[in-house]
C-alpha cells in the first residue's frame, strides 16, 4: 500500500508544480529570438558581406551557416536556453519539466535546420555559378539570388513553417510551436 500512496502523492505534487508553470508566450519569445537574431548578425553579417563582395569562400560561407544553424541548439542543450531566451527567463524543458536531452533538442531545431541545409545547399551552388564570381556587392548579389526560382520556393518552405510555428503557439494552452510539439519540448519562464 505505500508504494501506492507514494506514487499518488509523486502525481499529485506534479499536478501541482504543473499549474504553478508559467508557459513563454509568443511576445516574450519573440524577443528572444530578436536578442538571439541581433548576437547573430552582430557575426554573421559582416563576414557574409565580405564573403560576398570580395572573397567568395565556400568554405567560409559553410562555417559561417554552420555558426548559424548550429546556435540556437547548441545553446539549449548545453544551457537550456539562448541567450535571447536566458535574458527573458525562458528555459526549455521537457514534459516533465526538466532538462531536455539531446534528442529533444535536436528534434524541436529540426524546422529551422532543414531550410538552413537547404539555403546551404543553394548558396553553395550559387557561389559555385561563374555569374557570382563578377558579383561585386551585397545588392548586387541580392538581385541575382532574387532571379533564381529555387529561391523563391525555399522563401516559400519558410513562410509555410513559420506560419505553422504561430499558429500551433497562438492556438494552444501551454504556448507550444510546432517545434516545441515535434521536440516534446516547452518553454517556460523561470521563476526567480
Known sequence: ??????????FNSRQKNKQQITY????????????????????VIPITFY?????????????????SMLYKPTFEFLYGATPGKMALKLRVVNTDFGKADFKAIFLRNVPGIIPAILSL?????????????????FFEYSNY????????????IDFLILSAEVV???????????????GRTYVIVQEP
Open 145 to 156: 539570388v532574387s532571379n533564381i526560382k529555387e529561391t523563391r520556393y525555399l522563401n516559400g
Open 51 to 67: 564573403n560576398i563582395g570580395k572573397l567568395k569562400s565556400i568554405p567560409l560561407l559553410i562555417v559561417v551557416s554552420l555558426i
Open 121 to 137: 545547399i543553394l548558396s553553395v551552388i550559387i557561389f559555385s555559378s561563374t555569374e557570382f564570381q563578377t558579383i561585386t556587392g
Open 24 to 43: 513563454g508566450g509568443f511576445w516574450i519569445r519573440l524577443g528572444a529570438l530578436f536578442i538571439d537574431g541581433l548576437i547573430t548578425l552582430i557575426v
Open 1 to 10: 500500500m505505500e508504494p501506492t500512496e507514494t506514487l499518488s502523492d509523486d
Open 168 to 182: 500551433c503557439l497562438l492556438s494552444d494552452d501551454q504556448k507550444r510551436a510546432l517545434h516545441d510539439r515535434i
